[in-house]
């Protein structure tokens, strides 16, 4: 302990060290920040640091910046490339360009008006429309008009946070939950269930039917996990296949006795019972519900459990290494079983929120939406991290409330928002891409490192 | 380097030896200097400029597509083209060259057999094959014996040997000093990136030792007399089938005491690791028993095994010792993470669990440089010391060292080995199994020999090494004696522990 050396013999691998380490920072735990390690600890006090060459030290920072450099660049980039498709695809607009060169000006001004008001509706239907915040001041609206985008944006948000967080939590298990929409939609017929045919008080309802639905999740997530942990079938290809039961059990449930709408003769079940729905935050004129503080409560949960429980440090060790895990005397089987009831379970939530909520108060085949599924983009674009999470459905419960705005007022399609967060995940993902492309520089560094520091 | 010239590059890990190869390859770039191939300057920016100057490299790790055949293998970056026509492989005339380049150096290899059905020794093999197929006349080696079986490890030499006849120059980097005296003609040993010396291979081990570390080590265990006590692991008629459902485990009976240090030595694949993993209960038995302290443990999880005492030192580290994305601290507790001081309840205590870590980060000489440290950016050696520290630190009945010391450096090799009869001499029965012999005639006060899944013979550590080898080799004494024809007079029957 004495000779706690430095090692002067490790600086050629530092670099690479440095490198290593901020793209570990990228991907690692919620603790991705306290890593401060880097050239400077690896050579402690050791000979002076080579000079690491500009390019490499551009990335190293670049990289270690990222999270949020990343994504907001990405978010530029799908905004340029969502423009363009907007111009595109205005036959008004896009005639002006077939004489640009006689007189550019019209191609361009018509273009930036186009693309300039698509984009303001879209702030302005998610986050804060000056016209309503000037009808408030002038009396000529209430105040709940310039909360309503908030509302909008939060309505959106809350059933995404919890399917983004189930997506999440199997991940960081080492499990690709691609089931979040049957889990999802088993919620939300368990919950409407409880909601429209469970004659309880007020309050009681409600926490029944919330309950309902977290079980359906859970059951739906469940069965892969106990078939993964009892024959190997692999999870993938359960929950895609339960996704389909669970879209069809719907469809069909919709229409039965006791559960259809009597007065109704399509496809829509019975009202929940107002005891059994979220309660409105900001008045019975704007949507937001509890929902979202449900949300913030389970993201919360979802970051205690992974990082400061027993289960979560399970959990992670088997999503990481399931070998050692074992060794280690974890039963992986469990744990595979666990993460897929969890994750189930905040699937199931979410789709309670769908019905409980003010989205919907009765069963539909399109009720569910397709929140199983954003949710696999709101967990990668929230980069596995509860919080991160979080943020990533608010910005994508944002898009999709400013999307209705912008179709209504700009007459783009809802289609573009879609299309909008696909980019927005595809440019994210594309770091990933190049950083593949650069961990294999990484990878020879990382042999090298291996090699050098084993002596250390 | 002269033509037809091994070269060993002795040194600890982490000395810099496989740093300064992979500059000589191309794939890291010198800061400074320079390097000479036939009194020209050269400048690598990748391997394919190192191949094209002659240069090959075999890594530690194999560079090998797994589903591939050995033909495909090697043809893989160098593919040939059927009449000029891309697109279209040649494979005939590229399994022609394969076993032309095979047959000429005798490196045997089945063109067609599939890379993940072979052994590793001739997946070496093939690497080396291949590195020959692209014409080179400098072969580094970069821990080649590192995986090896003692037999794999002596074909090795061999071919070795038959490279330099035909004029090839060798790089061997090692840190094993008992393969360099056999086989190098010149050694350099390399202590933190600078030549501390050149040696010829008349030099003696201790001399090469001190010069690899900069100071004297012990190479063989300095212990007391063991003190054996109760029986603590009784293992009877015990059978146990590999991954495949073949037999590995076949019928073996061993007692371990309180006190005392239980060695199996044995060629790698004779079942030693399918017996461990089926005490720990990671593997399922098909017939005995096995009973810890006078209780039996059979169909116990492997954390109930755990529970009762027991200490695990599995042989894959980076497979089943660690989890490398987990820091230090983290790995420090992997297998008691729920128990007091460091959980209540469902909540893990990180206070706890960080207070802890930074004493058995002191108390183990684990080198890092804070206990939040990915475990995956230690050294070997620090990584193996993380696992000791973690199953030395609760008090145990039995401790299992799966092969201790395996790509360790000298110096914690000998920090490993002290803790290990530290254990023994409070009381705890240890059982090691290594294959490497050195470690477990150093360690063990009592020999089991494994051959096949069986134990062919218990011997004292002081039996003459050459029939502890033909032990490995499956031949007892008995069986030697009836070889010899009746002149071998004076061969003890196995477990008779006196030997002269």
Do not use: C
Request: glycine share 10%; hydrophobic share 45%.
């Amino acid at each position: 302990m004495s000779e706690q050396q430095s090692s002067p013999d490790k600086e050629p691998a530092s670099k690479a060290q440095a490198a290593q380490e901020s793209l570990g920072n990228t991907e690692r735990a919620e603790d991705a920040t306290t890593p401060q390690a880097g050239p400077a600890t690896a050579t402690p006090g050791g000979t002076p640091e080579p000079k690491p060459s500009l390019g490499r030290l551009f990335v190293a920072n670049l990289w270690a910046a990222n999270t949020v450099t990343v994504t907001v660049l990405s978010l530029v980039l799908a905004i340029v490339v969502g423009a363009i498709l907007m111009i595109i695809s205005d036959p008004e607009v896009l005639s002006t360009y077939s004489y640009i060169t006689a007189r550019p000006s019209d191609a361009l001004n018509s273009s930036w008006t186009l693309v300039s008001e698509a984009y303001a509706n879209l702030f302005k239907g998610s986050v804060f429309d000056p016209e309503a915040f000037s009808g408030w001041l002038n009396g000529t609206n209430g105040w709940q008009a310039v909360l309503a985008p908030i509302s909008e944006t939060l309505t959106y948000t809350a059933p995404l946070v919890f399917t983004g967080l189930s997506v999440a939590l199997a991940f960081r298990g080492g499990l690709f939950n691609i089931g979040g929409q049957g889990q999802a939609t088993l919620g939300v017929v368990l919950a409407a269930l409880a909601g429209f045919a469970l004659p309880l008080p007020p309050g009681l309802h409600l926490l029944v039917a919330v309950l309902a639905g977290a079980l359906g999740g859970a059951i739906w997530g469940f069965i892969p996990g106990i078939l993964k942990a009892r024959t190997g079938a692999h999870e993938v290809i359960i929950t895609i296949m339960l996704n389909y039961i669970g879209t069809y059990l719907l469809t069909w449930l919709i229409v039965q006795n006791g559960v259809q709408d009597p007065n109704r003769t399509d496809a829509i079940s019975k009202a929940v019972d107002p005891s059994a729905q979220l309660p409105r935050l900001l008045g019975d004129n704007l949507r937001v519900h509890a929902g979202i503080l449900l949300a913030v409560l389970a993201t919360w949960a979802v970051a205690w459990l992974l990082n400061r429980s027993t289960l979560g440090f399970e959990l992670r060790a088997v999503g990481a290494n399931p070998d050692a895990a074992r060794t280690a005397g974890i039963s992986v089987a469990r744990t595979f079983v666990l993460i897929m009831v969890f994750a189930g379970l905040l699937s199931g939530l979410g789709g309670a929120n769908m019905v409980l909520g003010s989205t919907a108060s009765a069963l539909t085949p399109l009720v569910v939406a397709q929140i199983g599924f954003d949710g696999i983009l709101v967990a990668l674009l929230g980069r596995l991290k509860p919080w991160g999470v979080a943020l990533a459905a608010l910005l994508f419960g944002a898009l999709q409330a400013g999307g209705n705005r912008m179709q209504s007022y700009s007459g783009i399609s809802l289609e573009l928002v879609t299309v909008l967060q696909a980019l927005i995940v595809i440019f994210i993902a594309a770091p990933a891409l190049v950083k593949a492309i650069f961990q294999l520089r990484a990878a020879r560094a990382a042999r090298l490192q291996t090699s050098l520091a084993k002596g250390w | 380097m002269e033509p037809g010239e091994i070269h060993a590059l002795l040194g600890e890990n982490g000395a810099g030896k496989s740093t300064l190869m992979n500059v000589l390859y191309g794939l890291y770039q010198p800061d400074e200097g320079e390097i000479l191939v036939d009194g020209e300057p050269l400048k690598l920016r990748g391997p394919s400029d190192a191949i094209s100057a002659g240069i090959g490299m075999v890594h530690q790790h194999f560079m090998l597509v797994p589903v591939f055949t050995v033909t495909e293998n090697i043809m893989l970056g160098a593919e040939q083209i059927r009449g000029g026509i891309s697109g279209f492989l040649d494979r005939r005339r590229a399994r022609r060259e394969v076993v032309e380049v095979s047959e000429r150096y005798g490196l045997r290899v089945d063109p067609d057999a599939v890379i993940e059905d072979l052994p590793v020794g001739i997946q070496q093999r093939v690497e080396i094959v291949k590195a020959l197929t692209r014409d080179v006349d400098l072969l580094i080696l970069d821990e080649p014996t590192a995986v090896l079986t003692p037999q794999e490890t002596e074909e090795l030499l061999t071919v070795m040997r038959s490279l330099k006849a035909a004029g090839k120059s060798i790089v061997f980097i090692t840190h094993k000093l008992g393969e360099v005296k056999a086989i190098a003609d010149r050694i350099t040993v390399i202590r933190r990136g600078k030549t501390v010396g050149t040696a010829s291979p008349e030099a003696s081990r201790d001399e090469l030792a001190a010069l690899m570390v900069g100071r004297n080590v012990r190479l063989t265990v300095e212990k007391a007399t063991a003190k054996p006590g109760k029986p603590v692991l009784e293992i009877a008629g015990l059978v146990v089938d590999d991954d495949r459902q073949i037999r590995a485990v076949d019928g073996i009976d061993l007692t371990v005491h309180a006190g005392e240090v239980l060695g199996v030595a044995g060629v790698q694949g004779n079942g030693q690791t399918e017996l461990i993993e089926a005490i720990m209960g990671l593997r399922p038995t098909l017939a005995g028993s096995v009973t810890l302290d006078g209780e039996s443990i059979d169909g116990w999880t492997t954390k109930r095994v755990l529970r009762a005492g027991v200490g695990y030192v599995p042989e894959d580290r980076s497979v089943d010792g660690l989890v490398k994305e987990f820091s230090v601290a983290e790995n420090l507790v992997l297998d008691i993470y729920d128990r007091p001081p460091f959980a209540g309840g469902l909540a893990l205590k990180p206070e706890a669990i960080a207070t802890s870590a930074k004493q058995r980060i002191e108390q183990f000489d684990v080198r890092t440089s804070s206990a939040d440290m990915p475990v995956g950016t230690l050294s070997g050696g620090n990584q193996q010391k993380v696992i000791v520290a973690r199953e030395l630190s609760r008090p145990l009945k039995l401790f299992i060292a799966a092969q201790p010391t395996r790509g360790v450096d000298v110096g914690s090799i000998e920090f490993i080995h002290s803790q290990v009869i530290h254990e023994r001499d409070i009381g705890t029965a240890v059982l090691v199994v290594s294959s490497e012999l050195d470690e477990v005639l150093g360690l063990a006060d009592r020999v089991a020999v494994m051959y096949r899944g069986r134990i062919i013979g218990i011997v004292s550590p002081d039996t003459p090494r050459e029939e502890i080898g033909l032990l490995m080799a499956g031949i007892t004494p008995e069986a030697a004696a009836e070889q010899a024809g009746g002149d071998a007079t004076s061969t003890e029957p196995p477990g008779n522990e006196d030997e002269a």
